[in-house]
């Protein structure tokens, strides 16, 4: 036999070993079952178990926080609602505390028209040319004139404002354009001033 053609060295090679050792059995010539091993299938098992059981807690508490988010969106949407409601109703309530202060100067006006008229009726058919329409016009012309006057101030003042925006008009610009540009033309010369030295 040389070298090669070793039956006992193919025989181990192909695993096909039938020596027993002096331990007994080689452990490659036991047979192996394919498949898991009972405490394969249960660690298998249980970790299942735990996944589908943290996984259904895991549900349960997202959809309650969900549930609970969306209640307190609702809640937050009523309260909201709410306070624009009382808004309208503070906005009504001021409108018709305006809308009254304006009828009363009107309201206020017109008293003194009727009080004026009451006063001078009496002179009409007494003294020549004086009717009732003339008496009336001439009341009115006293007045509204007043009144008028007021309200051409305020417009006059209105437009005075507004013309001028409250802000910086165009010279005034010019004039902090002018002293911005200054300022970075110095600041530019003192800086190649002290590069130099």
Excluded at 23 to 42: D, E, F, M
Excluded at 47 to 76: C, P
Aim: charged fraction near 20%; charge should be neutral; aromatic fraction near 4%.
């Amino acid at each position: 036999m040389n070298h090669y053609n070793d039956d006992a060295f193919n025989n181990v090679i192909k695993g096909l070993d039938d020596d027993t050792g002096p331990y007994g059995i080689p452990a490659h010539s036991i047979p192996v079952k394919p498949g898991l091993t009972k405490r394969g299938k249960v660690a298998i098992a249980v970790g299942t178990g735990i996944l589908a059981t943290t996984g259904t807690i895991f549900w349960q508490h997202s959809s309650a926080v969900e549930a609970e988010s969306q209640a307190k969106q609702q809640a937050i949407q009523l309260e909201n609602k709410k306070l624009d409601l009382e808004m309208l109703k503070e906005m009504n309530r001021a409108s018709a505390a305006t809308s009254k202060s304006k009828d009363s100067p009107e309201a206020e006006q017109q008293k003194q028209i009727a009080a004026c008229v009451d006063t001078d009726k009496g002179l009409v058919g007494k003294q020549m040319g004086v009717t009732y329409s003339s008496v009336l016009a001439d009341c009115r012309a006293q007045y509204q004139t007043t009144s008028s006057s007021m309200q051409t101030a305020a417009s006059a003042e209105d437009t005075n404002t507004s013309g001028s925006g409250g802000g910086i008009g165009p010279g005034g610009l010019l004039a902090i354009g002018g002293g911005a540009a200054a300022l970075v033309a110095v600041a530019a010369i003192r800086g190649k001033k002290t590069n130099a030295a």
